[in-house]
Nanobody, 118 residues
């Protein structure tokens, strides 16, 4: 199983980035997919989640209205479109998969760094 996150980088405040998470080795639609970010010294934050089974999405209050999650079953890929980025969005962003009906994440990607300069 492999989750390959990409798309991070350095961007100015107010800018945009698109993160991608390419998934292989699992039946993509059987899993809820999430973006989770972490800043050193702080707890992980679940930024956004998407589930194919019921079409549901979740956004942390801190990103609502600025981030958009999507998934492409044909490409086994999840995306996170981030706009109006703020310095406090700087973090390592991980993609993770959770089998539908379970509470714990089963597989994680390696993370991609997002740095937003002020």
């Amino acid at each position: 199983v492999q989750l390959q996150a990409s798309g991070g980088g350095l961007v100015q405040a107010g800018g945009s980035l698109r993160l991608s998470c390419a998934v292989s080795g699992i039946t993509f639609d059987d899993y809820a997919m999430s973006w989770i970010r972490q800043v050193p010294g702080k707890e992980r934050e679940v930024v956004s989640c998407t589930s194919k089974s019921d079409g549901s999405t979740y956004y942390a209050d801190s990103v609502k209205g600025r981030f958009a999650i999507s998934r492409d079953s044909a490409k086994n890929t999840m995306y996170l479109d981030m706009s109006s980025l703020k310095p406090e969005d700087s973090a390592v962003y991980y993609c993770a998969s959770r089998r539908i009906g379970r509470s714990s994440y089963e597989y994680w990607g390696q993370g991609t760094q997002v740095t937003v300069s002020s």
